[in-house]
Structures are given as C-alpha cells and as structure tokens.
C-alpha cells in the first residue's frame, strides 16, 4: 500500500495545496479573530509556538515567538495536506473539497480535544472561527491539490516513455 501512495500521489502538487490552504487558514484567523473573538491576532500565532516553546509563547509578545508560531502552522498544514491528499487523491475536484473539508473537521477534532490532553491550554482557543477554519482549509487543501493533481503526469509519461 505504502508502494502504491508514493507512485500515485501528486507530490509536487501537496506543498502547493499546503501553503496556499495553510495561508488562507491563518488569514482567517488573524483577521476575524480580532473582529469576531475581540483578541489580539498573534495569541493566534504564540498558541501555535507554544506547540514547541511552552506556555512562556503564551504570555510574551516576541518576533521570535511569532516566527516560530508561522514556521509551526505551516508544518502542521503540510502535514495535514500530505493526508487529505492520500485519501483524496485522484477522486476528484468535488471530493477533494467535500472530503477535504470532513478532513479539516476531524483535523479540528483531533487538534483541540486530543491536542488539550498534551496541551491543556489548548482549550482557551475554542471558537465558531476554529472549527469554520479547519472546515475550509481542508476543503483548499483538497481542492488545489485535486486542481494540481495533473502536475506530476507529464513527469510520470516522460518517464515511461523511456521504459
């Protein structure tokens, strides 16, 4: 099976559809969390370095700290898309959006309430906007992966021609 995933994924197509959800997450976040949870927008950053920096990202307002909550998120959305396009993966725009966004919920799920048991503060971040967020990075990360899914074919043809 592992076989199968590494020669029939896209895999120049996944840190696209990444970056580009992971962007559109994290501009959801820090643009209506001041608008809608009334907090300042990089609590948003500092919970995502507190994943590796501890509690003390929570209370300090450092650069260092925000960097590290970016450099973290996106990790994260990599990961998270490196999955929705393995079971996604030549299924579909449709699905691709449908099946990416019931991703992004149980991504959602397992971030806050399995997240809190390592990271207990997690829970403070609990919001309408979090789960609406995943919900929707999901549904990108699916559908410009499922977009880009031909990326690698030319590739693949190229290569086969030769054999």
Request: no cysteine; charged share 5%.
């Given at each position: 099976m592992l076989q199968a995933i590494q020669q029939n994924v896209a895999?120049?197509?996944?840190?696209?559809a990444g970056l580009?959800?992971?962007t559109v997450f994290?501009?959801?976040?820090?643009?209506?969390?001041?608008?809608?949870?009334?907090i300042n927008p990089s609590i948003i950053l500092r919970y995502f370095a507190s994943l590796v920096m501890g509690t003390s990202a929570?209370?300090?307002?450092?650069?260092?700290?925000?960097?590290?909550?970016?450099?973290?998120?996106?990790?994260?959305s990599l990961i998270f898309t490196l999955i929705?396009?393995?079971?996604?993966?030549?299924?579909?725009?449709?699905v691709g959006i449908v099946g990416?966004?019931?991703l992004g919920l149980s991504f959602y799920g397992i971030n806050l309430y399995a997240g809190t048991l390592i990271f207990d503060?997690?829970?403070?971040?609990?919001?309408?906007?979090?789960?609406?967020?995943?919900?929707?990075?999901?549904?990108?990360?699916?559908?410009?992966?499922?977009t880009l899914d031909h990326y690698d074919e030319p590739l693949l043809k190229g290569a086969n021609d030769e054999l």
């Open positions: 895999w120049r197509a996944i840190p696209f580009i959800a992971g994290l501009i959801m976040m820090l643009v209506l969390s001041p608008l809608l949870l009334q929570l209370v300090t307002d450092n650069t260092s700290f925000l960097l590290v909550g970016v450099l973290v998120h996106y990790g994260l929705i396009a393995i079971v996604v993966h030549k299924w579909g725009l449709g990416g966004a019931i503060w997690f829970f403070a971040i609990d919001s309408p906007l979090l789960v609406i967020s995943h919900i929707v990075f999901g549904a990108v990360a699916g559908g410009v992966y499922e």
